[in-house]
């Protein structure tokens, strides 16, 4: 049986290439992500299970908690119970139904304020013990984890955290195949693109703290391999709270590969300079990229 599963992925190998990228990307016609993003959220125990070790870690018991964007209560579920009071913050209109069904069922409605808009300008009558968000995407690049956090964050108490707290966005030089999107995810380890240097770090978001939402910078960067250039491996690590990491599955921040400007050759132990330019909350296809 499994055998069979498998010689069927192995005839659709190339088909399924984009096809994570094009379950995962955001598009405000469907004010969000399709059913199929939810599934593969919420079939993700890697993912699901960071934040489960961050809930277990901290003590939410009795506590005061603010959800961005819980989408089909993925997350949420695992705090639920234990906590005294829960903001739970959505916008997309087509989980209403869904998100009121579950917590009528679960009798959570005594404890539970449903807020229906964006995280970004919604107010709280109160300030919260914590406060969970998952909406992350590579490097922050398309979602609005940024934008919420440095929002909702006035509505934290002294001591009070954020889950995730911190990600470093991480790069190497690569080779890749472009034939339809300038950036996509890495879906099967054959769409892996040539790696000519080690892993550097790009920038690391402190969500306590972060301010300045276009990211520019030069990183020096020493190819480990000769050969042509033309996009940067992306990986983004997160630690949801300390001790608590996550380092991109298929369900969120999957590693990703994304066009530079321009191909350019580089020789193994010739350093090179990477110029990036990006906003948190736009789109990687606006992102630049480039080596001089
Ligand atoms: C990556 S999903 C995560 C869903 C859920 N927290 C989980 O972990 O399975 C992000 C969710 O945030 C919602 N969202 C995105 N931007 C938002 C915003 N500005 N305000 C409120 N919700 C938002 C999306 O509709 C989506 O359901």
Redesign the pocket.
Known sequence: MSFDFHSQLVDNYKKLKYSLLEAQTFSPQH???PPIY?KI??TDAVRVGAFQKAFEQYDFTDKVVC??????L??TQHFLDKVEKAYL????PD?RAFIEQKIKEKGWEDKVVLLF????QIELPEKVDYIVG???SIYCGN??QVQ?FKHLRQFLKPGGKLLPERIVNVGQLAYAQFDKYKHYPVNFTRHLPEQLSLQTEINTIDLYTEETLRIEKQIDLLPNMSGKVNALYMHSFVQVAEGCNFTGTDS?MPPTICKLEQEVSVKQGTPVTLHVDYTYGTDLDSAKFWIT
């Open positions: 004010y969000g992500f939810y959220m919420e959800e961005a964007g819980v989408g089909t993925a997350l913050i959505e916008n997309n989980l808009g964006d995280a970004m998952e909406l992350m979602e609005y919420i969120l």
